[in-house]
């Protein structure tokens, strides 16, 4: 598990690289700048990940388990909202309905497209995973359905919710820059955004790369915490 | 017969694809909405007269802009997606490798802040913004074709023709590709809910599309500096439908040619 860690963090590098190399041949100093006002960012969308993924993993793993059952309901509407709210025109309502408001609120605003996406995911991988063969054998060998759901199925649903983590977090990064802009956080999203408006190309690419960077390796712990979950991904 | 199920004594596989299409409701709730959008950017013009600046009318006169655009961007990001796919699979090998490795590095980046970038060190423009939309959805889509191309390119009549001694390459052109139009339609559908997502997001911090050009972006961009955000609910609702019915469409279309053979 270490080795494949190791490996896919190494993936990364030379993407890390490069963004870092062209952060500091544009912007020299702001390089340094937009990594200060980096953390800000990263809180936003990390909280609203884990928020988004605590909501929508459960709902999801419900709606796949009763798919026509009230249990099921939340879930089934949860995900079907999803492509329909982007995390940035979730962050222009919430602002236009409170004017304003705490950073908490821009998280929990931020949350809800990560959570309707885990919510699909999650639905789908379940119900893939009950049909699956490994299920099949379980039981054939008499293993109670409880525990083929929670040491076989939901662990292989929740694999790849996990994987598509990374994703969720570059979608997740254009709400970060509207919302640090419109609530007044001093992050990487809100000096990108500033920057670009100014047309001030140094401060714009280095924030960029900046942002890029932080969706890299997000996306690099997802696939780790997929191996993790899934021993077929650690063996491919 | 069931709605969904290939009989090929009747049926040729258009038609099933077709069938299992109408069968999917929301993906045809998804195309009644989008042509519902559509007619109503039609209407707009008789109200605008009295109500021209009634913030509904404006949402509606600014659907057809919007659409085109997202329309535009994402065929463009489509056929970009689909060539780069097509021509790693064509070429194999480690240059297919490099050509995946690169789309998956691009892809895995947050490609909605180009087109604000764009706009803002390049100035804005029509052109501009259609570029870079196409740009930040493309690399999405040419993970999609290669991955469709090499899932069915395994199939028994393309070993059939590589059996007869056709090259690889012959075997794309002749073979997969012909029978791939709807798999690989089904692969880059998502790249126009991607562009209007994109767009929209451009112009909702103020660097999409130009003035006087409006968008359902730059409408809710404008709202959010409004009083009360005034006029915000009617582009931003006109928006989630739009994504809605797109993406439902896209799932009727993915529905409609399934993975197992039929």
Known sequence: ?236 | MDAGRFDPTTDTPAQAARRRFAAHRPAVHGVGALAVLTVLGFVEPLLAGPFATDPIVRALDAGHTTLALALVGGTLAAIVGAGWGVLAVTIGGRAERRLTALAQGLAALPLALLPVLAGGLLGRGVDLLILAVAAAAAPAAALATRTTLRARARREYAMAARAAGLTPAMVLWRHTIPNLAGPLLAAVWPVLPRALAVESFAGVVGLGAPAPVDTWGTLIGGALTAPFGAGLLAPALLLAAALAALNAVGDGVAASFPEERP
């Open chain 1, 1 to 236: 598990m270490l080795s494949f860690a190791a490996r896919r963090l190494a993936g990364v590098l030379p993407g890390l690289a490069l963004l870092a190399a062209l952060a500091v041949l544009v912007a020299g100093d702001g390089a340094a700048r937009a990594l200060a006002v980096l953390p800000v960012t990263l809180g936003l969308v990390g909280g609203a990940l884990l928020l988004g993924l605590l909501a929508g993993v459960p709902l999801g793993l419900a709606a796949g388990r009763f798919p026509h059952g009230p249990l099921g309901a939340p879930g089934t509407a949860l995900a079907a909202l999803g492509p329909a709210v982007p995390a940035f025109l979730a962050v222009a309502l919430v602002f236009a309905a409170g004017r304003g408001g705490s950073g908490g609120l821009l998280v929990a605003a931020l949350a809800v497209a990560p959570a309707a996406e885990a919510a699909r995911i999650a639905r789908g991988a379940l119900t893939a995973a009950l049909d699956g063969g490994f299920v099949l054998a379980a039981r054939g060998r008499g293993v109670p359905a409880g525990r083929v759901l929670r040491r076989h199925a939901v662990p292989a649903a929740l694999a790849p919710v996990v994987a598509a983590a990374g994703g969720m977090a570059g979608a997740l990064t254009a709400g970060a820059v509207l919302g640090e802009a419109l609530f007044g956080l001093p992050g990487a999203g809100a000096l990108f955004l500033e920057a670009a408006r100014a047309g001030a190309v140094g401060p714009a690419v280095a924030a960029a790369a900046a942002l890029g960077g932080m969706v890299l390796v997000l996306h690099a712990l997802g696939r780790i915490l997929r191996g993790w979950l899934d021993p077929r991904e650690r063996a491919a």
